[in-house]
C-alpha cells in the first residue's frame, strides 16, 4: 500500500464548530487531493494541491479550506461544520505521469450533529 | 459538464461465473479511464488504467475496454470469485486536468 495515513478515521463534531482533517503522505508525491463520498454521489473532488502552498478548488469546494505547508501534509479544515458535510473523506496522492493513477488513504468517517 | 454512470448499482452473481460492469460517460474528451476496487470501510485501489488511445487493458482475470466515440467501457471479470465481492467504481480524468470524475460505483456480491 502506498503510504498514506489520514487523521483521525473517525469523528463526531456539532454543528458550528471548525474541524481539521489531516492526510500524511511518506511517497513524496506532488499531488495531493481530498474527496467526499456520499451514497449515490460515488466520489466527488473538494480541493487539491499540485506542490507546496500550490491549491485549487474541486467540484464541491464551498464551505472547505486546505492548506499545504509541506510537501507530506494536506489539511481539509471545516470552517463551520454542517450536517450536510457528513460524510466519508479520503485523501488520495498521485505523481502525475502518463502512467500514474491515484493512490487513496483509508478515509475519515466524519459525523456533524 | 462531464457525468459518469455505472449500470447495474448492484449485481449478485455466482462463484465460477463471467461477468460485465458497464461504466458511461457523457463527454468523449477524455485523457484517461480508470477502474477502481472498493472493499467495504476501506479506501480505494487501482486496477486498470486506460490511456485514450488506447482500446484496452488487461490485468490477470481482469480486461477493461474502452470506446471513447460511444462513451463506454466495460470491466470483464473471469471465473468471479467470492474474493471479487466490493464495489467497483469508474472515473475519468478530462484533458489532463488532474481530476478524477466518478461514477456512483456497482456493487458486487460473488456468491459461493
Known amino acids: 500500500d502506498a503510504g498514506i495515513t489520514q487523521s483521525p478515521r473517525h469523528k463526531v463534531t456539532e454543528t458550528g464548530t471548525p474541524v481539521t482533517l489531516r492526510c500524511h503522505q511518506t511517497e513524496n508525491h506532488r499531488y495531493m487531493y481530498w474527496y467526499r463520498q456520499d451514497p449515490g454521489h460515488g466520489l466527488r473532488l473538494i480541493h487539491y494541491s499540485y506542490g507546496v502552498k500550490d491549491t485549487d478548488k474541486g467540484e464541491v469546494s464551498d464551505g472547505y479550506s486546505v492548506s499545504r505547508s509541506k510537501t507530506e501534509d494536506f489539511l481539509l479544515t471545516l470552517e463551520s461544520a454542517t450536517s450536510s458535510q457528513t460524510s466519508v473523506y479520503f485523501c488520495?496522492?498521485?505523481?502525475?505521469?502518463?502512467?500514474?493513477?491515484?493512490?487513496f488513504g483509508p478515509g475519515t468517517r466524519l459525523t456533524v450533529l | 459538464k462531464q457525468e459518469v454512470t455505472q449500470i447495474p448499482a448492484a449485481l449478485s452473481v455466482p462463484e465460477g461465473e463471467n461477468l460485465v460492469l458497464n461504466c458511461s460517460f457523457t463527454d468523449s474528451a477524455i485523457y484517461n479511464l480508470q477502474w477502481f476496487r472498493q472493499d467495504p470501510g476501506k479506501g480505494l485501489t487501482s486496477l486498470l488504467l486506460?490511456?485514450?488511445?488506447?482500446r484496452e487493458q488487461t490485468s490477470g482475470r481482469l480486461n477493461a475496454s474502452l470506446d471513447k466515440s460511444s462513451g463506454r467501457s466495460t470491466l470483464y471479470i473471469a471465473a468471479s470469485q467470492p474474493g471479487d465481492s466490493a464495489t467497483y467504481l469508474c472515473a475519468v480524468e478530462m484533458d489532463s486536468s488532474y481530476k478524477l470524475i466518478f461514477g456512483s460505483g456497482t456493487r458486487l456480491l460473488v456468491r459461493p
Open positions: 488520495a496522492i498521485s505523481e502525475r505521469s502518463e502512467t500514474d493513477t491515484q493512490y
Open positions: 486506460i490511456q485514450s488511445s488506447q
